[in-house]
């Protein structure tokens, strides 16, 4: 290990020195999410069509990007099965608090609102450790790392609004975009001085992709219809999907 990234030794206390790519680059990640936020609240005139949309972003984030990671980071050990059954665990999970919240404990509305873009902040934070640990492998992996995170935070920051501004509420989606926008950063400074285990950080992939899978599927396709019951409702999300296919191609070719 070169000297200069090499812990610091106070007596038995060691100190990690986090660089500075990963912080500056979790930091460009979460421009790109504020930017696409920013985009979303101009166009919200078109909610129905944005909805839909993001619905296809968030079901493709979950099966074409966070599923197929988790799978080749931990495929050997735990395991493609236990790695889907964490999958199938969290998504159970998620509806059990998303609906006993619903029915069961209506002063707990704002926590059920609170969920869906907390899980999505939640996700970036993730991103941007993942910056940070690529770095701790090696530094040509953690940019490539870096710019796939990049390329489809964009797309978070629409995913972050419209999560957020579900229940017309402008204000808690601009908190949320700040708070979205911040996570990378956040991340990539926990990530540069922690070490996850990769069968741990595969658990955690496939458990927001239990959570994506159901706020996709179960929240943000019904309320779309909802606010515009037409064909083209369904297309927009279609294209959500095919549009986080073809960023996980691109980022995956640079690989």
């Not at 050990?77 to 790695?83: D, K």
């Not at 741990?200 to 899978?213: D, R, S, T, V, Y």
């Amino acid at each position: 290990m070169p000297e200069d990234d090499a812990p610091e030794r106070h007596g038995q206390t060691m100190v990690t020195v986090v660089p500075p790519w990963p912080v500056l680059l979790g930091l460009a990640a979460g421009c790109a999410t504020f930017a696409g936020g920013r985009l979303a609240l101009r166009v919200e005139q078109w909610s129905g069509l944005l909805l839909g949309t993001t619905a296809g972003m968030v079901l493709g984030v979950a099966l074409f990007d966070l599923l197929p990671d988790a799978i080749a980071i931990g495929g050997s050990r735990p395991g493609s099965a236990a790695l889907l059954t964490v999958t199938g665990l969290a998504l159970i999970g998620y509806m059990l608090i998303d609906r006993l919240a619903d029915h069961r404990w209506p002063a707990l509305a704002g926590v059920r609102s609170a969920l869906a873009p907390a899980s999505l902040t939640m996700h970036s934070f993730i991103d941007g450790a993942g910056i940070g640990l690529a770095f701790q492998l090696a530094p040509s992996v953690g940019w490539l790392v870096a710019i796939a995170v990049i390329a489809h935070d964009l797309a978070d920051g629409v995913n972050a609004v419209s999560l957020a501004g579900a229940t017309g509420n402008r204000r808690a989606a601009e908190i949320w975009l700040v708070i979205n926008a911040l996570a990378p950063v956040a991340g990539a400074l926990v990530g540069g001085a922690l070490t996850i285990s990769p069968p741990l950080f595969a658990m955690l992939l496939c458990a927001f992709a239990g959570i994506f899978l159901y706020i996709g599927a179960a929240h943000l396709l019904p309320r779309s219809h909802a606010l515009r019951p037409q064909a083209s409702t369904g297309f927009a999300s279609m294209t959500g999907m095919l549009f986080m296919l073809c960023v996980v191609q691109v980022a995956r070719s640079l690989h």
